[in-house]
């Protein structure tokens, strides 16, 4: 199909460290949640990236930490696009004002988009079935517990279209997470009364069972 005259040229490809900074977050293990001494920052772990959201700073596990200003240094920001760096499934997520502040655990990736670029596109093709076999290809190690190195991640080439259109998506993203969630909270709450409702009428008043 031949393009219009009017119609601007496509971008060419960049590499993604050239439009964000890509880092690993700071390594803690699960018994560090239960006996580091420290002020207690909550931590984002492999587990609290579901269905492209991460897990509210609120419910997250706690890791204390002796020097937390240098924890807080990997402290995600709103708009930021996290990627599992280890584990068995590649998991995107991307951060909303709810979670931001939270300490990114060193099994997680960030990607932080420059000024120029919105977290919200990143995500998209990052998490894309298009984009995500690229990514599989990258990661390495044994079958049961794969790794992907942020370098490796920085060095993909990705086509970002106009900052007006990228604002017009990253909006149509979050939009889609946002009636995701408030459907996943309706019916959690649903079922809870559903619960309710049938063990009243299966036990009564006695709930000693």
Partial sequence: MKRSPMQAPPAPPVRLVDISEVFAGIGVSREDSLERPGEKLPVIGVRDLQDGMVTEREALDTVGFPDPSRAK??????????????????????????????????????????????????????????????IEVLRRGATTLLSLSPKDLAKLEINLPPLDEQQRIAAFVKDAQTAYRTAIEAADIRRRLARRLIDARLFGGNRNY
């Fill in 73 to 134: 240094t990997y402290a995600v920001r709103s708009d930021d696009v996290l990627v599992t760096g280890r584990g068995t499934l590649l998991k995107f997520g991307l951060v909303g004002n709810e979670t931001a502040g939270a300490i990114a655990s060193g099994n997680v990736i960030v990607v932080r988009p420059n000024p120029a670029t919105t977290g919200g596109v990143l995500f998209a093709i990052l998490s894309s079935e298009v984009f995500r076999p690229k």
